[in-house]
C-alpha cells in the first residue's frame, strides 16, 4: 500500500522560528553597551546646535581640566589625521555633487548636530559632564531648510560646490528613445502634479553604538558597532582614516533596530577608530538617538507631461 503525504511543500502561510528569538527573549543577546572592555575611555561629542554657522573659537581647557577626562579633540586639531572626507556609499550619478564631510567640523558647521569637539574620559557621565564645560563662540550664518529655496542657490551653504544642486536622476526609462514622449503626445488625457514626501526621522530601540578596540601589537583593529553594514563600513572607515583594510575587522553584535539609520559609516565610529590609536585604549561612544539626527530632507517631486526628474539638494 502507497502512502501518500498531503503536507503543503511551501513556507507560505505556515509559522517559522527566528533563529535570534531566544538569546533576545532569555536576555543572553550582547550588544555594544553591553561589551566588557577593561581600560576602555568613553568619547562624547560635542555637537553644533546651529544649522549653518563658523566656528570663530574653542575653549577646551576647563573641559581638559574635568575628573576623569582624558583628552579632548577639535575638528581642526583632528584635521590632519583623516586621509579623506567621509565617502559616500552611493554615488547616484557620475556627476553628483558629494561635499567633503569630516567626522568633526573643523571651520564651519552645516547642520544641527555636526560634530565639533570629541572629548575622551575613563567614564561616560565624566565625557558628557566636561562637553558642558567647553565654550565654543560661533558666527551663525543664514540657515537653507527648505528644499526648493536651497535649489535656487540664493543661499549656498557649501561655497566650493558653488551650488546646492546634488544632482538630477533621469528616471525616464524607455524600451526606443522618444516612445515616452511620444505615448504622452499620443494620450487622451494628460496630468501635471507636485508631490511632497515628508521628512524621514529613523528611530531605534538602541541608539547607534561603536567600540573601537586596538591590538597589541601589529596596528590592527576590531570595530564594534551597531551597524546595518558591517563590510560597507569596513571599507569606508578603512578609506577615512587610511589604513589597509586587511588590518580592519568590523563585528555588528545584536542591534536594537535600525530602519536605514545605521546604514551609514557614522563620524562617531571613525572618531572611535581614529583616537583609540591616540591612547592605545579601546574606546566606546554611544550616540544618544533623541539628540543627534542627520540631516533630515524633505523630497519635492514634478511631474509634468514630457519627464520625471527629481532632484535633490546637498545636505
Not at 153 to 172: F, M, P, Q, R, V
Request: glycine residues 6%; aromatic residues 6%; hydrophobic residues 40%.
Amino acid at each position: 500500500m502507497t502512502m501518500t503525504d498531503n503536507r503543503q511543500n511551501t513556507v507560505i502561510g505556515t509559522r517559522q522560528l527566528r533563529r535570534e528569538d531566544p538569546a533576545l527573549l532569555t536576555g543572553e543577546a550582547k550588544f555594544t553597551n553591553d561589551l566588557n572592555l577593561p581600560g576602555a575611555l568613553h568619547l562624547s561629542i560635542l555637537r553644533s546646535p546651529h544649522a549653518h554657522a563658523k566656528i570663530v573659537s574653542i575653549d577646551t581647557a576647563a573641559a581638559k581640566a574635568s575628573p576623569g577626562v582624558v583628552a579632548v579633540y577639535t575638528g581642526a586639531e583632528l584635521q590632519s589625521q583623516w586621509a579623506g572626507p567621509m565617502p559616500c556609499a552611493w554615488p547616484v550619478t557620475p556627476d553628483m555633487k558629494n561635499p567633503p564631510h569630516f567626522p568633526l567640523a573643523a571651520s564651519k558647521v552645516c547642520y544641527v548636530g555636526d560634530g565639533v569637539v570629541a572629548v575622551l574620559a575613563t567614564s561616560e557621565s565624566a565625557s558628557r559632564d566636561a562637553l558642558d564645560l567647553i565654550d565654543v563662540e560661533y558666527k551663525v550664518l543664514k540657515a537653507v531648510v527648505d528644499v526648493e529655496e536651497a535649489l535656487s542657490d540664493a543661499n549656498i551653504i557649501h561655497e566650493d560646490l558653488g551650488t546646492n544642486k546634488s544632482y538630477t536622476w533621469n528616471l525616464k526609462i524607455e524600451a526606443t528613445e522618444g516612445c515616452v514622449e511620444d505615448a504622452f503626445q499620443k494620450a487622451a488625457f494628460k496630468v501635471s502634479e507636485r508631490y511632497v514626501q515628508q521628512r524621514l526621522l529613523p528611530m531605534a530601540m538602541e541608539p547607534r553604538a561603536v567600540a573601537a578596540v586596538p591590538q597589541p601589537f601589529g596596528g590592527d583593529i576590531t570595530l564594534y558597532s551597531s551597524t546595518q553594514i558591517p563590510h560597507i563600513l569596513k571599507v569606508m572607515a578603512a578609506l577615512t582614516l587610511g589604513i589597509p583594510e586587511q588590518q580592519v575587522r568590523v563585528i555588528a553584535p545584536s542591534v536594537g533596530g535600525g530602519f536605514g539609520s545605521k546604514l551609514d559609516c557614522m563620524p562617531k565610529s571613525c572618531c572611535a577608530w581614529r583616537l583609540r590609536g591616540n591612547t592605545a585604549c579601546p574606546c566606546v561612544g554611544l550616540k544618544s538617538a533623541v539628540k543627534t539626527q542627520w540631516p533630515p530632507f524633505t523630497v519635492v517631486v514634478k511631474c509634468n507631461t514630457s519627464n520625471s526628474q527629481p532632484t535633490r539638494a546637498a545636505n
